[in-house]
């Protein structure tokens, strides 16, 4: 969890950085700020969980600050100091969320209570959200299951497919058969799915992967612990019998999960254009053996790498184009190009897979999906070319300045779908300077073109045309920061008069 301290008091800073081992319940102080507009800096640059502020601050006050911070982050929690006893402050505070305000003289272990029972929260909610992103993976499995077919059906190096695969399949057991069914009827699958599964879960065998047929075939992929169970459970398989079917179940076993097993599927379908996987329920949904989609896949994905955006764009255009106005299949196509580019199974690489599918699951539109595709794509490229990661940065500012939450965490969780700390230390490196520095920059430049070139003298219109509509009073004190004059005194001046930033 990371905190920062705000408050124009040096002593009572020095205090509260000082009063608490902050590292001894599960805390890094990141920030000491010595007003409202200091800390709203630090918070668009630093992310923190926390913020401890005073309410009574120079240039932007307590609630000022909490009144912006939270539009930019609005799981942001903030404690408030106060020496002023008034339920005023108090009750504006809890318009925004604010539920802890305490009195100064801060009392340490008051402090310390609150500290610990915000994690405790932060915690239990990350708790609930991963909760979720294990029910988003799960419905999304059958989409890496999908995937794994497709390119181990184009794939004759069934050692790399397994071993890229099996990480993220999760397969529970280590001892793996392949069960295979013969002689079943489509008319019959559904019933003989159904059985086949009671069967299973009388042994107590679990399925590691979905049922696969093709033509009169069921293929199971199966954790089988003994010679014994697997004669038990061929001798319950062949006894199954459907009415007007010609001929009766005969089981074989395959063992080896990765050199027999895995050529035993793939040898027994890949010659099929149809192919059936069937989830839990039975449902089944159609694996055309498409001979061209996994290697286009593979080949784009091999030539995107290393593309500018430009010729991109121009790439998934074209591989667009096919779909129409079928939204379902542009999705899959997004999804498994995005399987192809990324790799990574850690935590927090599962977050953004998790928020890309579920900006991905709300497209209605082939368009959308494409966009979302196309801005996928650039964010996956090599490192030596990230550079044009930032000039998207710099374009999407320029079209968007006028919205007021614009910050760098939501350009990377909703726009490039990267991780917000990696992007600013890539813009940093690129430009020399923190994004929330370029960007008040920016709107501070945009806003004196705009003063200069209509002589206006409704600073809540030029406030509002970039990005301060709510609080034009700090518009004028960050504009005064950089030119040291107000709006106001830059509208009366004469034409020929030149005023730089700082």
């Not at 002689?183 to 699958?189: A, G, M, P, T």
């Not at 705009?450 to 406030?463: C, M, Q």
Request: overall charge negative; charged content about 30%.
């Amino acid at each position: 969890m990371r905190v920062i301290v705000a408050d124009d008091e040096e002593i009572i800073r020095n205090a509260l950085a000082h009063m608490i081992d902050y590292s001894s319940i599960g805390y890094e102080l990141v920030g000491i700020a010595q007003n409202g507009m200091e800390a709203y800096g630090m918070i668009c640059d630093e992310y923190p969980d926390v913020v401890i502020t005073d309410i009574r601050m120079p240039i932007l006050d307590g609630l000022g600050l909490i009144e912006r911070a939270v539009k930019l982050d609005p799981n942001l929690r903030f404690v408030i100091l106060s020496g002023y006893d008034e339920f005023e402050y108090a009750r504006q505070a809890m318009k925004f969320g604010v539920r802890d305000y305490l009195l100064k003289p801060t009392d340490r272990d008051q402090l310390m209570e609150v500290l610990v029972r915000c994690r405790k929260e932060k915690e239990e909610a990350r708790q609930r959200m991963l909760s979720e992103q294990r029910k988003m993976l799960g419905d999304l499995r059958t989409t890496v299951e999908e995937s794994y077919l497709y390119e181990g059906l184009q794939c004759r190096e069934f050692h790399a497919v397994y071993q890229k695969y099996r990480e993220r399949l999760k397969f529970r057991g280590e001892i793996l058969h392949a069960c295979i069914c013969n002689y079943v009827e489509e008319r019959f699958l559904a019933e003989a799915h159904k059985d086949i599964r009671r069967i299973l879960n009388k042994y107590g065998i679990e399925m590691e992967f979905p049922a696969v047929y093709v033509k009169n075939t069921v293929v199971l992929v199966l954790n089988i612990p003994s010679v014994t169970l697997c004669k038990q459970l061929a001798g319950n398989l062949e006894s199954l019998r459907y009415r007007g079917q010609l001929v009766s179940f005969t089981v074989e076993f395959v063992q080896d999960a990765e050199e027999a097993l895995w050529n035993m599927i793939f040898g027994r379908i890949s010659r099929f254009n149809r192919i059936l996987l069937l989830d839990e329920a039975g449902e089944s949904s159609v694996i055309s053996n498409d001979l061209t989609s996994p290697w286009k896949l593979e080949r784009l994905r091999e030539e995107i790498l290393y593309l500018e955006p430009k010729r991109i764009q121009e790439i998934l255009e074209g591989m667009f184009s096919q779909f129409s106005t079928d939204t379902e299949a542009a999705k899959n196509f997004t999804m498994g190009l995005y399987l192809k580019l990324n790799s990574d199974d850690s935590e927090e690489a599962m977050e953004i897979a998790c928020d890309f599918f579920r900006s991905l699951r709300a497209c209605r539109k082939v368009g959308e999906v494409r966009e979302m595709c196309f801005r996928m794509a650039v964010g996956s490229m090599r490192p030596e070319e990230k550079r044009s990661v930032v000039d998207m940065i710099k374009s999407y500012v320029n079209s968007h300045i006028s919205d007021e939450n614009l910050s760098l965490k939501w350009l990377a969780e909703n726009y490039l779908f990267m991780n917000v700390q990696y992007l600013s230390q890539l813009f940093i490196k690129k430009e020399g300077e923190r994004f929330s520095d370029y960007l008040n920059r920016m709107r501070m430049e945009k806003a004196r073109r705009l003063i200069l070139t209509y002589r206006s003298d409704n600073i809540k219109d030029i406030a509002s045309q970039v990005g301060f509509e709510s609080n034009p009073r700090y518009f004028g004190q960050v504009f005064k920061r950089y030119y040291g004059i107000l709006p106001s005194e830059l509208i009366v001046q004469p034409h020929n008069r030149e005023v730089t930033g700082k």
